[in-house]
């Protein structure tokens, strides 16, 4: 199994009256979110199933990711359980995926810091200290890794973000 987890790109802090939930995607975030799109496609990755936060900038990223690498929007499953999911809320919704009768073989995860972080952290046993914004781990689960997943389960393939390879 593989998964693909990333953090939203930059939003934006613009208003005040805005709830967290509401906060929309700056230009950076705009800007970002479809080029990590592109950098996945050519890494080959090739989700059977994404999940999102339904928090705006989180669906915003998803929805820009989903479009450079071909998935179909209407194919995104919205998780109230990955606004704000830590560890135990990135496991509860890949047992959710995992109870289908057809279950995805790579799943792509939307969500949010410090749970993104926590959870790459989880599955490779690795220090990140902090997934920036738009990153993405792409993770392979050994094949005799049991669910729920044990920490270091995963074996981390690619770790993506915008300032990768930038020049300065």
């Known amino acids: 199994m593989r998964l693909i987890v990333m953090r939203h790109a930059k939003s934006s802090w613009n208003s005040a009256a805005l709830s967290d939930f509401d906060r929309p995607l700056n230009r950076r975030g705009e800007k970002d979110a479809p080029e990590m799109g592109r950098r996945l496609q050519a890494l080959g990755v090739a989700p059977d199933a994404i999940v999102t936060s339904p928090a705006l ?3 915003s990223t998803c929805e820009f990711v989903a479009a450079a690498i071909g998935f179909p929007e209407e194919k995104i499953v919205v998780d109230e359980t990955l606004y704000g999911a830590g560890t135990n809320g990135f496991l509860d919704v890949i047992a959710a995926l995992r109870r289908r009768d057809d279950p ?3 799943i ?3 969500g949010h810091n410090p749970g993104v972080t926590e959870f ?3 599955l490779t046993a690795s220090r990140f200290g902090n997934v920036p914004t738009c990153g ?8 005799h890794a049991g669910f729920p997943f044990a920490a270091g389960s995963g074996s981390l393939v690619e770790f993506e973000f915008p300032k ?3 020049p300065e």
């Open 57 to 59: 900038r989180v669906r």
């Open 136 to 143: 993405a781990a792409v993770i392979d689960i050994v094949s």
């Open 108 to 110: 792509m995860l939307f």
């Open 120 to 122: 790459v952290e989880f």
């Open 164 to 166: 990768k390879n930038r």
């Open 104 to 106: 995805p073989r790579e």
